[in-house]
């Protein structure tokens, strides 16, 4: 199942190239860690960014709260002019050229863009400032002073505006989130509370007289005030709780503030809500508010730097971490990057000390083991090859040692096949010689049979006619001793003929030994031819098992192995050839042995008739002296010729017996002949071959014996 799956991937990567793979290999593991990492760093970006919008945003609320300040300002100079204190007329004018220079800064550094509904919540605040600003003196100071407090209720709108789409209000972190509360709820709150309490206690005591109205206002504002002031003092324990040593002067800002809020409320129950009689100046219940006022507004202040700071060094963290995280990510990605090239350049180093090995055998260099200095799988295939080029080194070694031998033999082969061809010659003109011998033995004893036919008639005309003897003696002297002359020349040419057929059996029988010897010498070159075989047919195997890189060494095995095969060849056919030939030298001896004996037959069948001659001269002799004996001795005569002419016949059928045996014995050795020579140009031939191959092994370095 495993195999099945992982065969297209396999497929795939076997496509490649090393440097490919490695490149594959690093986009697969470093996409998605880049794109984690991507994925963060782009978070920790957008955090950044949205923390730089809350510092923005924070500075554009800490901009367009003094307008807030202002409006309250105006709103107490306003509520005093309209209640009769003329004198603060200048003083409304002054305050309200502040607040167009306000404005018009304010104005100029919003972020327009960024803040659209908070941007049209200003323009709204300053429309109506400036219906205000125009129509002050026109309404009652209850009109007057409530129209500012709506006013003021817009620009905190607008501050939580800023808030929200600055996402302060969505802040998690807990101290940001209560400090925004602080800066866009409490304390705006408070301040506007603590504002309307100083404004309608002011209004209260310069008329001297409490309303319902104005005691339901009071009473609703103390009571807001009161519930912030409770909120404010939770707020302040959750920033203690979080960071008691972290907002030191903003946390005692904010509990003198609530303190002053909580003695300026209780003098609004004491002097106002619960007096009999007011006893409180206006001035003085004025001042005290607007100082309280004050301290809130430094604590606002305040809380705007501390806020700030806050996401300062919030976004300083993030920056931090994101830099710290980039340079660890690329500390890690460039070691990565050296441990890949690393592994990449000992894999190709170790790739092409392979190669060049492999190319140096390839070219004949097995003298050199491989070293490869590393400790993976490629170095098991080293030792492989190391294996394998020390198991190649052997079998060329052999081959070597094997061909020089083959080489010798074929050397020796051929002298012997040269020398057996030149006795071959001897024998064949031995044997031509006997051949011409035999016919002329033929010839010479047809023409002793022809004398004794003569002498024969010659003595029947001695039987017939007594009165002839003497001419018959004499001519049959003289056709005696041509007789015995040419049975000595026969005799002559028989011992010939006998030590011609000694000295052809002489070299029959070195013949036969030369062949056996051959027939050594072949078997021999056809073991090693079969060793040559089995050791390329090993070689193939050693080189299938290396692979690709036994691929050169596969070539030079199947060369080495149908040289083999050739000398295989070679040697059954000189064996045959062999074979043949020494069927013929022993047929040649058989027929050498069967004309030794028949010449001997002969020569002594000779010797007989020059006995028999000798007698017949003694006879004529005697012929001449006792010719009284004539008819007897005729008759004898007569007896004996026949029995010498029967001699004779036999002398002449064994020379033509011998005539025929050294005409074939002629012929075998001509075939004999041919044969030594095809065994001459065979054994040349293998010498070529064990030379050549002698030459193909020799560009072969193989190691030293004692590596």
Known sequence: MLITLLKPFTSLISRMKYGQKFVFISILFLAPIIYLFTTWAVDQQEEIEYLNGEQVGVNQIEEVWPLAIQIQQHRGLVSDYLNGDTELLTNIKVKQAEIEDLTGRIDQRFNKEKYPQSYKQYQSILSQWHKLESTFDQSSAAESYNIHSALVKEVLVAIKLLSDESYLTLDTEIDTYYMMRLLVNELPILIETTGVIRGQGNATLMTGQLSDEAYLQLQLKKAISEDTGNELVNTIGRLKTNHAGKYTNLLDQLENVHTMSENYITLLDKEILEAASFTISNEDYYNQGAAVIEEMNKAYVLLGHNMTDQLQSRIDANVLSRNIALSIMSIIFIFIMLIYLAFYRSVIETVKNLKDRAEAMAKGDFSQNIVLNTKDELREVGEAFNRMQHAMSIVLENNQNIAKTT??????????????????????????????????????????????????????????????????????????????????????????????????????????????????????????????????????????????????????????????????????SISQLLGEIRGLVNENVEAMKSMQMETNSGLESVHRSKNTIDRILEDIRIVSGQIQDVSATSEEMSAEMQEVTSSIAEVAHISELNSNEAETMAAAAEEQLASMEQIEYSAKELKQVSAQLQDDLSKFILQSKDK
């Open 407 to 572: 080489l010798g033999s074929s050397t020796q082969l051929a002298a012997i096949a040269q020398e057996s061809s030149i006795a071959m010659k001897q024998v064949a003109e031995s044997v031509q010689q006997v051949s011409d011998g035999t016919v002329r033995q033929t010839r010479t004893t047809s023409e002793t049979a022809k004398a004794m036919n003569e002498m024969a008639i010659g003595v029947n005309r001695i039987a017939e006619a007594a009165t002839e003897v003497a001419f018959v003696a004499v001519r049959a002297s003289e056709n005696a001793l041509l007789g015995d002359q040419q049975l000595t020349e026969t005799v002559k040419q028989m011992d010939s003929i006998k030590k011609s057929q000694d000295l052809s059996a002489g070299v029959v029988r070195r013949l036969e030994e030369h062949s056996a010897q051959i027939s050594k010498i072949i078997d021999a070159i056809m073991d090693i031819a079969s060793q040559t075989k089995l050791l390329a047919l090993n070689a193939n195997i050693e080189a299938a098992r290396a692979g690709e890189y036994g691929r050169g060494f596969t070539v030079v095995a199947q060369e080495v192995g149908k040289l083999a095969e050739e000398t295989t060849t070679s040697g059954k």
